[in-house]
C-alpha cells in the first residue's frame, strides 16, 4: 500500500499544479493576443494527472509526451522560461523556437519530446524502456497519451512488445474523452480503456484523474513494478480538458451528450479541490498563498524573457535538423 504523502509532498503537488494551471492560463493569453505561431493543446483541468505521475519517478527516467505536453514538462521541472520562449517561436526556447508548442522537449529531463502524431510517441517511450532493460539500469519510462491513442496500432503494438519482454514502461492513459471532436465513448465498446491490458496479460488500472494522490499511489505501485522486472502497466486517469481540443476550438460538440458535463467536470478543479484539502488537513494557508505568490512571480518572468526575446536567425533554418 502507498505510503501516505508527506508535508513535502503535498506542497509540491500543489506548487506543481498551479504552476502548470498559471503557465496553461498565461499560453492562452499569448494565443489571443497572436503573439504565438500556431495552436496550443491546453493541459486546463488535467493537472493532477501529469503532477502525480511524475512525482513517483526518478529524475533519470524518461518521459513521452503527447501534443497536449506542457503539463508534463512543468510537473518534471522545466525551465518556464525557456519553454514559454520555445512557444513563441524564440532562439532561446528549449528547442531554440523551431518546435513550438507540439513539439516541446527537454531532454536534460528525460523528456522525450511532444509529439503531434496520436499515439506517436508511444513506441518512443517503449524504445526508451528497452533501452534500460538492454543497458541494465533500474530506469523506467512513462507514456503519457490521449484516449483516442489507444485505438491506434502503435499503442497495441508497442504494449504487445513490452509485454512480451517485461519492459519497465508504463503507459498512462490521459482519458479526457474526447479525440478532438469524437467522444471516446462513441467509439470503443470498452468502458474503461486500462481493462485493455488483459489482453496483453499485464495489469490494468483505472484512476480517478483529478485525485492527484489517488494518481501518484497507483504509479508508485506501477513503477515499483517496472524497476523489479515484471513489466509493463496500463493506468487510466479519468480525468477533462477544460478548454476544446485546441485553444481555436469551441468545442461545443461536448454539449451532445450533457448539456452540463463541462460544469460537472469543472466543479472538480483538481488543482482547487487539492488547495481547500491540504488546508483542510494541515498545511496553513500562509504557505499556500506563499507558494502561489513565487508561482505568479516565476511566470510573469517567463512571460517577460520570452516577449523580450529574439527570434532564431533565418540562416539558422536548417541547424539543429539531424543529430551528429
Same mark, same amino acid.
Given at each position: 500500500?502507498?505510503?501516505?504523502?508527506?508535508?513535502?509532498?503535498?506542497?509540491?503537488?500543489?506548487?506543481?499544479?498551479?504552476?502548470?494551471?498559471?503557465?496553461?492560463?498565461?499560453?492562452?493569453?499569448?494565443?489571443?493576443?497572436?503573439?504565438?505561431?500556431?495552436?496550443?493543446?491546453?493541459?486546463?483541468?488535467?493537472?493532477?494527472?501529469?503532477?502525480?505521475?511524475?512525482?513517483?519517478?526518478?529524475?533519470?527516467?524518461?518521459?513521452?509526451?503527447?501534443?497536449?505536453?506542457?503539463?508534463?514538462? #512543468?510537473?518534471?521541472?522545466?525551465?518556464?522560461?525557456?519553454?514559454?520562449?520555445?512557444?513563441?517561436?524564440?532562439?532561446?526556447?528549449?528547442?531554440?523556437?523551431?518546435?513550438?508548442?507540439?513539439?516541446?522537449?527537454?531532454?536534460?529531463?528525460?523528456?522525450?519530446?511532444?509529439?503531434?502524431?496520436?499515439?506517436?510517441?508511444?513506441?518512443?517511450?517503449?524504445?526508451?524502456?528497452?533501452?534500460?532493460?538492454?543497458?541494465?539500469?533500474?530506469?523506467?519510462? #512513462?507514456?503519457?497519451?490521449?484516449?483516442?491513442?489507444?485505438?491506434?496500432?502503435?499503442?497495441?503494438?508497442? #504494449?504487445?512488445?513490452?509485454?512480451?519482454?517485461?519492459?519497465?514502461?508504463?503507459?498512462?492513459?490521459?482519458?479526457?474523452?474526447?479525440?478532438?471532436?469524437?467522444?471516446?465513448?462513441?467509439?470503443?465498446?470498452?468502458?474503461?480503456?486500462?481493462?485493455?491490458?488483459?489482453?496483453?496479460?499485464?495489469?490494468?488500472?483505472?484512476?480517478?484523474?483529478?485525485?492527484?494522490?489517488?494518481?501518484?499511489?497507483?504509479?508508485?505501485?506501477?513503477?515499483?513494478?517496472?524497476?523489479?522486472?515484471?513489466?509493463?502497466?496500463?493506468?487510466?486517469?479519468?480525468?477533462?480538458?477544460?478548454?476544446?481540443?485546441? #485553444?481555436?476550438?469551441?468545442?461545443?460538440?461536448?454539449?451532445?451528450?450533457?448539456?452540463?458535463?463541462?460544469?460537472?467536470?469543472?466543479?472538480?478543479?483538481?488543482?482547487?479541490?487539492?488547495?481547500?484539502?491540504?488546508?483542510?488537513?494541515?498545511?496553513?494557508?500562509?504557505?499556500?498563498?506563499?507558494?502561489?505568490?513565487?508561482?505568479?512571480?516565476?511566470?510573469?518572468?517567463?512571460?517577460?524573457?520570452?516577449?523580450?526575446?529574439?527570434?532564431?536567425?533565418?540562416?539558422?533554418?536548417?541547424?539543429?535538423?539531424?543529430?551528429?
Amino acid at each position: 500500500m502507498a505510503k501516505k504523502p508527506t508535508k513535502k509532498l503535498y506542497t509540491d503537488f500543489y506548487r506543481t499544479m498551479f504552476k502548470m494551471r498559471r503557465f496553461e492560463e498565461e499560453v492562452f493569453e499569448f494565443y489571443k493576443k497572436g503573439l504565438m505561431p500556431g495552436l496550443a493543446h491546453l493541459y486546463l483541468g488535467e493537472e493532477a494527472v501529469a503532477t502525480g505521475c511524475c512525482a513517483a519517478i526518478a529524475a533519470d527516467d524518461y518521459i513521452g509526451s503527447s501534443h497536449r505536453g506542457h503539463g508534463h514538462l #512543468v510537473a518534471r521541472g522545466a525551465d518556464t522560461a525557456k519553454m514559454m520562449a520555445e512557444i513563441l517561436g524564440k532562439e532561446t526556447g528549449y528547442s531554440h523556437g523551431k518546435g513550438g508548442s507540439m513539439h516541446i522537449m527537454a531532454l536534460d529531463l528525460g523528456i522525450l519530446g511532444a509529439n503531434g502524431i496520436v499515439g506517436g510517441e508511444i513506441p518512443i517511450a517503449t524504445g526508451a524502456a528497452y533501452s534500460a532493460l538492454y543497458r541494465g539500469t533500474k530506469q523506467v519510462a #512513462v507514456s503519457f497519451f490521449g484516449d483516442s491513442a489507444t485505438n491506434e496500432g502503435t499503442f497495441h503494438e508497442s #504494449v504487445n512488445m513490452a509485454a512480451a519482454w517485461n519492459l519497465p514502461c508504463i503507459y498512462v492513459i490521459e482519458n479526457n474523452l474526447y479525440g478532438i471532436s469524437v467522444d471516446i465513448r462513441d467509439v470503443t465498446n470498452t468502458e474503461n480503456l486500462a481493462d485493455r491490458a488483459k489482453g496483453y496479460g499485464i495489469p490494468g488500472v483505472v484512476v480517478d484523474g483529478m485525485d492527484v494522490e489517488a494518481v501518484y499511489a497507483v504509479m508508485e505501485e506501477a513503477v515499483a513494478r517496472a524497476r523489479a522486472g515484471k513489466g509493463p502497466t496500463i493506468i487510466e486517469a479519468k480525468t477533462y480538458r477544460w478548454q476544446g481540443h485546441h #485553444v481555436g476550438d469551441p468545442g461545443d460538440y461536448r454539449l451532445r451528450r450533457d448539456t452540463k458535463e463541462k460544469e460537472k467536470w469543472m466543479k472538480r478543479d483538481p488543482v482547487a479541490a487539492f488547495r481547500a484539502k491540504a488546508i483542510k488537513d494541515g498545511i496553513p494557508e500562509s504557505e499556500i498563498l506563499k507558494i502561489e505568490n513565487e508561482i505568479e512571480t516565476e511566470i510573469r518572468a517567463a512571460v517577460k524573457f520570452a516577449v523580450d526575446s529574439p527570434y532564431p536567425d533565418p540562416s539558422e533554418a536548417f541547424d539543429d535538423i539531424f543529430c551528429e
